[in-house]
């Protein structure tokens, strides 16, 4: 079992950075992917990027999002910037063993943190 908890979500203004963090317990993260997801009001769960031997993104963040590992803190970090009002949303980490964009792919998930990004 993996138990996974997201921090670092707020509140910022349009063009500014937030890093959320995803922090794995219970088991390690090595052998896994990492998926952050996204879901606002009324919305279905979107994929934002994920990371195991390399990284991948939905295009609606690539060069603008960073996914990375520390592996020797069993933690997935998102880096945000140039961050725009429609990237609001519960931000949500899942771990599985297949990368895909589907979440259905994805055995665990976190709590969610919520991202809210004002014009």
């Known amino acids: 079992q993996v138990q996974l908890v997201e921090s670092g979500g707020g509140l910022v203004q349009a063009g500014g950075s937030l890093r959320l963090s995803c922090t794995a317990s219970?088991?390690?993260?090595?052998?896994?992917?990492v998926g952050w997801f996204r879901q606002a009001p009324g919305k279905e769960r979107e994929y934002v990027a994920a990371?195991?031997?390399?990284?991948h993104y939905a295009d609606s963040v690539k060069g603008r999002f960073t996914i990375s590992r520390d592996s020797a803190k069993n933690t997935v970090y998102l880096q945000m910037s140039s961050l725009k009002p429609e990237d609001t949303a519960v931000y949500y980490c899942?771990?599985?063993?297949?990368?895909?964009?589907?979440?259905?792919?994805?055995?665990?998930w976190g709590q969610g943190t919520q991202v809210t990004v004002s014009s």
């Open positions: 219970g088991r390690t993260f090595s052998n896994y992917v």
């Open positions: 899942g771990s599985g063993r297949i990368n895909s964009d589907d979440p259905r792919q994805y055995l665990y």
């Open positions: 990371i195991r031997f390399d990284t």
